[in-house]
């Protein structure tokens, strides 16, 4: 099994040999992280996971040889809204402004609360803590940024979680401090601090089907990948 990319990396293998209750190989994987955040660009283009799997015999026994396309879509909703924070100047610290992000039926979904929390030197960092009510939600990622008086976007952080965190609840901080934040001219519009948030959530809801199927016989191209492992 390999995952393609445009840099033909992150080949991986898994259960090369099996048997009837054993199976045994190379289990080299990439990390999420990995493929979701630094290489992205590489083995997510237009946000698609393309995986081939390769299946052989080593019994010596004749099979016939073909190919199968096959087509996962996850089903991704993805929103955005402007979280304004009126008076951010004299916003103190573990005071908690909250945003709820409501379904089609003004259900609340996820839970956005921000809040100060002091650390050194005294400045005080941007907290959010994340929930979810809906079990049904699998991954969530956000992404935060300042909306500035000439309405340009300035990033200021990003997440992603999992069911098991959201159901939890987590807090990240902000790449931004409330200092640096009130400090800026540019950013804050009569003491109010315009925060876009753009999130995107899967439900697991997915769609499968076999695209193309193409069979080449017995005969096409045996090889012995017994050997070819060895090497």
Do not use: H
């Not at 081939?52 to 955005?80: H, Y």
């Not at 929390?117 to 809906?134: L, P, R």
């Not at 109010?192 to 016989?217: D, H, P, Q, W």
Request: hydrophobic share 35%; charged share 30%; proline share 0%.
């Amino acid at each position: 099994m390999e995952i393609v990319s445009q840099n033909k990396i992150g080949r991986t293998s898994i259960g090369i040999f099996k048997t009837e209750d054993t199976s045994w190989g190379f289990a080299e994987f990439l990390k999420r992280e990995d493929v979701i955040i630094k290489r992205s660009s590489e083995i997510l283009p237009q946000d698609a996971l393309t995986i081939r799997c390769t299946m052989w015999r080593n019994d010596d026994k004749d099979i016939e040889a073909g190919q199968f396309s096959a087509l996962t879509d996850i089903k991704v909703i993805r929103r955005s809204f402007v979280w304004e924070i009126k008076d951010f100047s004299n916003l103190k610290t573990n005071k908690q402004m909250s945003v709820a992000i409501r379904s089609l039926w003004k259900e609340a979904i996820i839970i956005l609360n921000l809040f100060l929390c002091e650390v050194k030197y005294s400045d005080e960092v941007i907290s959010i803590n994340v929930c979810a009510s809906d079990e049904i939600i699998k991954c969530l990622t956000l992404t935060f940024s300042i909306i500035d008086v000439e309405e340009n976007n300035v990033e200021c952080g990003k997440t992603e979680l999992l069911s098991d965190q959201l159901k939890d609840g987590t807090t990240f901080a902000l790449q931004i401090s409330k200092s640096e934040i009130t400090g800026n001219k540019n950013y804050l519009k009569k003491d109010c601090l315009s925060l876009r948030c753009e999130y995107a959530f899967s439900t697991g809801s997915i769609s499968e089907e076999i695209e193309n199927v193409l069979n080449f016989g017995a005969d096409y191209r045996k090889r012995d990948y017994r050997n070819r492992i060895k090497t």
